[in-house]
Every structure is written in structure tokens, then in C-alpha cells.
């Protein structure tokens, strides 16, 4: 529950705003710039329907039947309501297919990067994921996915508004070039002038987007210590935690905020000075065109609206585009982090050898040094040795969830990391201490999301865990849910059904962490029966602290400060290894 620090939210340059649009949006350019088109037409209409307008309202006042409109082009007042009713039907067109394509835009992009984040993690090497906090994918495709989400609204706006601008500034143009050319600059100097602004509102953004991972993480970590809050009494302490972590959100969200609303009001104060400097140079040019005056006036002030919407949607996107640099930083770390795949089939795992195998988490020393040893086939192996000596990094390394840093680990002479991994996961598996469940029934549980797992599969797994006789019990049978986290079944029935779900696949090597630390006396049997049973198929490994787990072994290897200092039967174990021996005396089996 401590910071952040392993990833942090922006390392090295930033990458510019163009960039990271583009690695979010993607394939899906083309849609922006028929957006932009439309934008484009849709302010032309309103242009155009503005200065119609202006003209009528002129004409009426001054009681003339004829309206005069560009390049000496006259209409009468009903042709002209005709007119500015197709050009608003036009609009309003256009207005409802921008919105529909905004829409579609946006949703298609953040379910894109969600699938791509997913992928990428969960095709990550397993120290990739492992280093990651507990609750960081979450947040990634809620909260930073969501804020994509702003993004792109943003940028459509900016778009849709920007474009609409230029069609006001082109009729402006055409109706007075001198009116037109001081909303140009005075458009111009204000976005230079709130350029400041929005790096405030960026910087903000980068602080709102650490603390909200701080938080979500944290969060996540304190939700799973219900238990451990109640037993040690530490709700106080929790509460004080959580509070700082709410209100260092809390700041930072309000200064993200307060930065983005003082965009508005800034703008609009400029905004309307520049107006007044608009009008002036008007006045010093002594146009005689009232008509014309009156029409630009309108359209400077609607493309001052439309400014302030840039402005405003520019600040919006200031403010995410932390939030996604970091999204696209963790998904790029997640696809380099890919696991390597040898590809090449599996068959029968065989023999399994380890040569020479080292394996370091970091620059602290190797886990496991100079590691050979060799399992038969068929054969039923224990490892034991205190805690920290490397047993579950060994574990790891066989399973094929890490790679050696040197020497090589072979099934039946070829080279695991040379195999495929899907039918490496499939042949050989595994077993936790803990029994992780999901939301479902027995079956779900067993078959884990594997469509190929039948039911007869279910079935047969389950008895050959002794799990189907305690299925049978049940009036739901294999339809029965197991509850939250398995509070609908035993800790036994919980581990016996993590048995099952790892013998669905008929496998060739089956490894159990501590399969009886925590279990009755009965559920304990019915493991080792199980264990017992399965010799004759499979070549099984235990790690056990637990050593009457391990007399159905046929030799049990030693593993301290990551050395294999003994490989050999129970009996001349524990007359030649000091550490089983003095482990079998105070387990009174000795």
C-alpha cells in the first residue's frame, strides 16, 4: 500500500499531442477527416443562414422588397425565408450525422484499446504481470480508458468547431475582408495567450493521473485484507491511509478542474475586448455597408463561441492526454514484455533435466545457482527446504512462467523454451497452497473458461480428486455454486476441486504447492489417495513443508539458499542431509 514508484505514470519525453491522437485513434483517421468535411459543410450552412439573416432583418427596416446578397446576387424576402429554412434543415442534418459519427468514433476507439490492453497483458510474460500492483489493469481500462474517452470527444469538438470556424471566416471574408481579418488575429493572439494555460492544465493532468493509480491500487490491495483488518485491529490505521490517498485525489482533481474552468472565463474576457477592437478598426475604416457591417458582426460573434469551444475542448484534451500517454506507455510495456513462444510441438514431456540453471530476480544474486538435476517420468518428487531457498522459483522455471538466465531445462532432451506454450500449459501443471475460485458452479470452476473441457472431463477429473463424492451430495450436483471466494464449499472440497481442475487436461506432470498445509484430517486422506492413484499415470512433484505429505515420494530433493544440497530417497535422506533429517525429528517422525 506504499507509493507508486515501480512504474511511474511518464518516463523519458513526453510525446507530443499529435502523436499520442494518432496511436489512439489509429486505423480510424479516415473517420476524422470525414468529420471534418462535415464540420466544414455544416458551418457553411450556418454562415450562410447568419448572413441571410442579417440581411433580412436589414431589409425589412428599411423597407425594401429586394435583398441583395453576394456578387450582386438579389432575392426576394420569401425566396430568402426559403432559403435560411433549407439551410437550418441542412444544419440540423449535418449537426445529427456529426453526432452520430462522434458517437460511433469514440466507443470503437476506447473498446479497441481496451481489447488491445487486455490482450497485452494477459499474453505478457508472467513477470511482467506479476510486477504489476494489484488493481493497475483495472484502473487502466476503467478510469485512464474513460478518460480516452474525454479525449476524444475533445478532439471531435475541437474538429467540429474548428472547421465551422474556418466556413464563418470564408463567408466573413466574402461579405467584409476587413471585419474577417480582425476576428483572424484577434483568434490568432488569443490562442497564443492561453498557450500557458494549457500546459497548466497538462501538468495538472500528470498529477491527477499519478494519484488516481495511487489510490486504485492502494484500494485494491486494503479490499483484500478484510480479514487481516478485523483480526489485527488496524481499522484506524487503514482509515488514516485512505484518507490521505482521498484527499491527495482530491487536490489533485480540484486543481485539474480549476485549471480547465479558468479557460472559459479568460477566454470569453479577451474575447469580448478583441470584439471591441474588432468593431473599432471597423469604424476607422468608415464603411458605408451597413448591411455587410451587420451580417460580420454576427458572424465574429458566433466565431467567438466557436473559439471559446476550441479553446475549452483544447484544455479537455490537456488534461487527459496524461492519463492516455501513460495507458499507451503500459500497453507498449506489456507487448515488449511478450512471452517468448518456441512454437515447436510438445508430445510426452518424458524425462525432465535441469543443466546448470541459474535464475536472479534482480542485481541482489541469483535464486538458484548451478542447478542439475534430472526427475524420471512417472516418478513422485519432493522438494522442501526453508522458506526463501528457491522452491517456488523452481516451481516457476518448470512450469515455464520464467526463463533461466543461464543453463538449460529439458523435457525428454529438447529445450522447453523451445515448445509451444499452449501445449506446454496443457501437459504439465499445477496446484496452489491457496484455492483461487471464480464466480460460477463446480464445473465452471473445474473447466475454467476451456471450451473444449467436456463434461464427462468434469466428471472424471472430479472422481479421480475424490471430488465427485461430495459432488453427489449436493442436490445441485455439478451445477452447484460455489459461493463467493468458495464460501459454499470446504476448504478440502476447495482444494480437491483445484485437483480436478488441474487433471481436466490428463496431463503428464502435475506440481502441488502445499496441497494438505491447511486441510482436516480427512480431506488430508483423500489428497494422498489421490496423489497415490495418480503415480501410475504421471509424474508429480510436491512441495511440502508439511513431511508427511511427502512418504509417497520416491526421492525428495533438499533446496537451501538456492543449491540443491540433496536428491535422494526419504530412508538415505535422512541419514545423509542434517536439514531433512533434523525437519523429520521436529515433525516427530523421526
Known amino acids: 500500500m506504499s507509493a507508486d514508484a515501480s512504474h511511474p505514470p511518464l518516463d523519458g519525453p513526453r510525446p507530443s499531442m499529435l502523436a499520442s491522437l494518432d496511436a489512439l485513434i489509429g486505423n480510424k483517421r479516415s473517420r476524422l477527416g470525414v468529420l471534418s468535411l462535415v464540420s466544414f459543410a455544416s458551418g457553411l450552412s450556418e454562415a450562410m ?66 481489447r488491445e490492453l487486455a490482450t497485452a497483458f494477459l499474453f505478457a510474460s508472467w513477470p511482467v504481470q506479476q510486477s504489476d500492483r494489484t488493481g493497475r489493469l483495472q484502473e487502466l481500462l476503467t478510469t485512464f480508458t474513460s478518460e480516452g474517452s474525454a479525449l476524444l470527444n475533445s478532439v471531435t469538438t475541437a474538429i467540429s468547431s474548428s472547421f465551422s470556424l474556418v466556413a464563418l ?56 485484507l478484510g480479514q487481516e483488518v478485523h483480526i489485527f485491529r488496524i481499522q484506524d490505521q487503514v482509515q488514516r491511509l485512505l484518507y490521505e490517498l482521498v484527499d491527495d485525489t482530491a487536490v489533485a482533481k480540484r486543481r485539474l478542474l480549476f485549471a480547465r474552468a479558468m479557460v472559459v472565463p479568460i477566454y470569453s474576457t479577451m474575447a469580448y475586448l478583441a470584439l471591441v477592437g474588432a468593431i473599432a478598426l471597423v469604424a476607422i475604416s468608415d464603411t458605408s455597408n451597413i448591411a455587410s457591417l451587420g451580417a460580420v458582426m454576427i458572424v465574429m460573434l458566433r466565431s467567438l463561441s466557436y ?165 453427489e451430495q449436493f442436490e445441485e450436483r455439478y451445477d452447484r455454486e460455489v459461493g463467493e471466494q468458495g464460501g459454499h464449499l470446504s476448504g478440502g472440497q476447495q482444494q480437491r476441486l483445484c485437483i480436478a481442475r488441474a487433471l481436466v487436461e490428463q496431463p503428464d506432470v502435475l506440481i502441488l504447492d502445499e496441497p494438505t498445509s491447511a486441510l482436516d484430517v480427512r480431506s488430508e486422506h483423500l489428497i494422498r489417495q489421490t496423489l497415490t492413484e495418480l503415480r501410475e499415470h504421471m509424474t508429480i512433484i510436491i512441495v511440502a513443508h508439511r513431511l508427511s505429505t511427502l512418504d509417497i515420494c520416491d526421492r525428495i530433493m533438499v533446496i537451501q539458499n538456492g543449491e540443491l544440497q540433496g536428491f535422494d530417497t526419504p530412508a538415505q535422506l535422512g541419514k545423509d542431509n542434517a536439514f531433512y533429517s533434523e525437519a523429520l525429528t521436529l515433525s516427530g517422525l523421526k
Not at 173 to 196: F, S
Not at 323 to 334: A, D, K, T
Open 169 to 224: 471566416l470564408i463567408i466573413a471574408i466574402a461579405v467584409d475582408p476587413l471585419g474577417a481579418i480582425a476576428v483572424i488575429v484577434g483568434a490568432t493572439l488569443l490562442g497564443l495567450a492561453l498557450r500557458p494555460l494549457r500546459s497548466a492544465v497538462r501538468r495538472r493532468g500528470e498529477e491527477s493521473a499519478r494519484t488516481g493509480m495511487r489510490f486504485a491500487s492502494s484500494l485494491n490491495e486494503v479490499s483484500q
Open 307 to 471: 473559439g471559446q469551444a476550441i479553446q475549452n475542448s483544447y484544455a479537455a484534451m490537456s488534461g487527459s492526454l496524461p492519463f492516455v500517454e501513460q495507458l499507451r506507455s503500459e500497453l507498449g510495456r506489456y507487448e515488449s514484455g511478450r512471452r517468448h513462444d518456441g512454437g515447436r510441438p510438445v508430445g510426452r514431456i518424458g524425462k525432465l533435466e535441469l543443466e546448470n540453471v541459474e535464475f536472479a530476480y534482480d542485481e541482489s544474486g541469483p535464486v538458484l545457482k548451478d542447478f542439475t538435476l534430472s526427475i524420471d517420468d512417472g516418478e513422485v518428487v519432493g522438494i522442501v527446504g526453508p522458506s526463501g531457498g528457491g522452491k517456488s522459483t523452481l516451481v516457476q522455471l518448470l512450469l515455464g512462467l520464467r526463463e533461466p538466465d543461464s543453463g538449460s531445462i529439458l523435457a525428454d532432451g529438447r529445450p522447453i523454451s523451445e515448445m509451444s506454450r499452449n501445449e506446454w500449459a496443457r501437459r504439465i501443471t499445477f496446484v496452489p497452497q491457496a484455492a483461487h475460485l471464480v464466480a460460477g458452479t463446480v464445473a465452471d470452476n473445474i473447466r475454467l473458461l476451456r471450451s473444449d473441457v467436456t463434461q464427462e472431463d468434469i466428471e472424471r477429473a472430479a472422481a479421480l480428486a475424490h471430488l465427485s463424492e461430495d459432488v
Open 49 to 114: 443562414f447568419l448572413v441571410l439573416m442579417s440581411r433580412a432583418a436589414f431589409s425589412i427596416t428599411s423597407d425594401s422588397d429586394q435583398i441583395s446578397l453576394l456578387a450582386g446576387w438579389t432575392v426576394s424576402l420569401n425566396q430568402l425565408v426559403v432559403l435560411c429554412l433549407i439551410l437550418v434543415a441542412l444544419r440540423c442534418t449535418l449537426a445529427v450525422w456529426t453526432a452520430s459519427m462522434t458517437a460511433v468514433l469514440v466507443t470503437d476507439v476506447v473498446a479497441t484499446t481496451r
